[in-house]
């Protein structure tokens, strides 16, 4: 096995270049008549689709020196432990854009090597190219992050669509998805499906996937796959600025419990529980990450920045299934199970207040696997772009438990059985992409429809990310986020 490279975090004159072995090798970026010598290392998590655990090798170089240069072409080359040498293709990176220049960004999350994957990703690249900023990836790459077919195998692992090596056929059509993350760094946020559950107790991988407890998960994997960005706690949470965006991601997402309703904790954890559809990392206001993101949506470079962006995964505002239950602390039902009452929701009570405040433009979330869009009062857009592979459906009827109306696309809205409108795309044959463009001051947003491979990409709404006004007052700030720690501005 070897991989395609994929560029991560690009700084004013530097972008970081990873790749990946079956077999023990040294590499290098051959860059401009350079040589950049990459660090390789064993990762230890990984394991084959018989659950034994197989080693992959990590190649990973930092190419600084980029000046303000334009694309620069390159290419990896590996030196394998038996003498046979592997070089990649050549491919085009850059430095980050400069602060204040616009900057294209591809919105995108939920692969997990569902069918229409490989297209979506084809058709952003005759859509937009493959030459962009930055890939915001809103969570849930894979199905079990250990799992390396996961990450690799080409039927529509996740860098196989984003390198082009995906093999998958719709209505007559194969789809190798496209080389995107060998020209465009990936910014990636974490879903659940990046976060592995109690390995000492099962045999199988996707045992050990199903069953997280609140002192028994690990991000491992993401984190050697995903070194950068990295922000106070590692790559968990981060912010970087992307020309004139200013992006944070956080890590939201909690442990998956099927059954909400009627979930019992397992008896061997009597007296000890695992407490429900549990959060992983903690968001709520007086928490490490709050603190932190409250001091980054204030920082210079957040206000300097034409756009502030928020990515994670836990999506609050929506008409997807998966935005049920409330987001916060489980509580005990007597029965066995829990409530998750809607008043504590961590992302409407605590966050958005602090997003309004900030001036936050978009908040781009994940895992419901369908496109909606909402606007709340204070002006803060919030889009779930999800419905790449497939589709979870969408529940008009219940609606945004956020309390939010569903904003009716702008351009070409799908028509639902009656010829309405539909303010939403949860469809398992038509598949959605969506493109922040800063310059043009918008979010396209785009569908296919597999069923016609020589179908039209269609423009279907168009996101207006104008200012929000002013910013507030540190004082009305203050009242607004009581429990933040701000660093003193002027
Ligand atoms: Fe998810």
């Known amino acids: 096995m070897h991989s395609e490279p994929y560029l991560l975090d690009p700084s004013a004159d530097g972008v970081h270049v990873l790749w990946h072995t079956g077999a023990h090798a040294t590499g290098a970026v051959l860059i401009g008549g350079r040589r950049v010598e990459a660090t390789?290392?064993?990762?230890?998590?990984?394991?084959?689709?018989?659950?034994?655990?197989?080693?992959?090798?990590?190649?990973?170089?930092?190419?600084?020196?980029?000046?303000?240069?334009?694309?620069?072409?390159?290419?990896?080359?590996?030196?394998?432990?038996?003498?046979?040498?592997?070089?990649?293709?050549?491919?085009?990176?850059?430095?980050?854009?400069?602060?204040?220049?616009?900057?294209?960004?591809?919105?995108?999350?939920?692969?997990?090597?569902?069918?229409?994957?490989?297209?979506?990703?084809?058709?952003?690249?005759?859509?937009?190219?493959?030459?962009l900023d930055g890939v915001l990836f809103a969570g849930d790459m894979v199905g079990v992050p250990d799992r390396a077919a996961d990450w690799f195998d080409p039927p529509r692992g996740f860098f196989a669509s984003l390198t082009g090596r995906a093999d998958t056929e719709i209505a007559g059509r194969r789809y190798r998805g496209a080389p995107l993350l060998q020209h465009t760094p990936l910014f990636p946020a974490i879903g659940n499906h990046e976060v592995m559950g109690r390995r000492a107790r099962h045999r199988t991988l996707q045992a050990r996937f199903d069953d997280p407890a609140p002192d028994a998960w690990d991000t491992a994997t993401y984190e050697a796959l995903f070194p950068v960005p990295r922000g106070p706690d590692g790559p968990r949470w981060w912010s970087r600025t992307v020309g004139d965006v200013f992006v944070v991601a956080l890590f939201v997402t909690r442990a998956w419990r099927d059954a909400v309703a009627t979930y019992a904790e397992p008896p061997d954890r009597a007296g000890d529980p695992m407490g429900g559809q549990f959060r992983y990392a903690r968001v709520d206001a007086g928490s490490p990450q709050y603190g932190w993101l409250a001091g980054e949506l204030a920082s210079p470079a957040a206000r300097a920045a034409r756009y502030r962006v928020v990515l994670f995964h836990h999506a609050s505002h929506g008409l997807g299934a998966h935005c049920v239950p409330a987001y916060t602390d489980p509580v005990p039902d007597g029965a066995g199970g829990y409530a998750y009452p809607i008043a504590d929701d961590v992302v409407l009570r605590d966050l958005a207040p602090l997003f309004a405040a900030a001036g936050v433009d978009l908040v781009v979330n994940g895992h419901s696997h369908l496109w909606n869009r909402f606007r709340d009062p204070a002006g803060v857009n919030w889009l779930e772009t999800s419905n790449v592979g497939n589709s979870y459906g969408a529940f008009p009827d219940r609606g945004d438990p956020g309390g939010l109306a569903a904003v009716m696309p702008t351009v070409a809205p799908l028509a639902g059985p009656d010829g309405a409108p539909l303010p939403y795309v949860a469809d398992n044959d038509v598949t959605v992409f969506s493109v922040l463009d800063s310059g043009a001051g918008v979010v396209r947003s785009y569908r296919f429809d597999t069923r016609h491979p020589d179908g039209p990409v269609v423009l279907f709404d168009e996101l207006p990310l104008e200012r929000n006004g002013p910013f507030l007052t540190l004082s009305a700030w203050e009242r607004a986020v009581p429990n933040a720690e701000l660093p003193l501005l002027e």
Do not use: C, F
Not at 108 to 113: K, L
């Open 40 to 131: 390789s290392s064993a990762l230890v998590t990984l394991h084959d689709d018989q659950d034994v655990r197989t080693t992959v090798h990590r190649h990973w170089a930092l190419v600084t020196g980029l000046g303000a240069a334009a694309r620069t072409p390159y290419r990896v080359v590996s030196d394998l432990a038996g003498g046979d040498r592997v070089e990649s293709a050549t491919y085009s990176l850059a430095p980050a854009v400069p602060p204040g220049r616009p900057a294209r960004l591809l919105l995108s999350s939920d692969h997990q090597m569902w069918r229409m994957t490989p297209a979506n990703i084809e058709k952003v690249a005759e859509t937009v190219g493959v030459e």
